[in-house]
């Protein structure tokens, strides 16, 4: 599904125009980075859990040279969908 289909859809089972269900997703998104950007998790009832979470530093090798190289630590996104939602997707 695109972004185009996404928004018709949400649009016409809301009633809404697509310039209204587009403001809303772009406040959701926004809403959503920027309580991840402070590092808290972010749960939503019957969807899921957003949560920021470390990746350690590690040692990789490259196969051609032999040579070992530093990755730094990151941090990235992480969703774990609850029940109710991936009952429905069974």
């Known amino acids: 599904m695109t ?13 809404m125009s697509a310039d209204q269900v587009q403001a809303c997703i772009d406040a959701l998104t926004s809403a959503i980075a920027d309580n991840l950007e402070e590092g808290d998790a972010l749960a939503v009832q019957g969807f899921g859990t957003f ?12 196969p051609n040279t032999k ?22 997707t069974r």
């Open 3 to 15: 972004n185009k289909e996404f928004i018709s859809t949400i649009a016409a089972r809301t009633d």
């Open 51 to 62: 949560e920021v979470k470390k990746k350690l530093e590690r040692v990789v090798v490259n």
């Open 67 to 88: 040579q070992r190289m530093l990755v730094p630590p990151k941090l990235t996104i992480n969703f774990r969908p609850s029940n109710t939602l991936k009952d429905k």
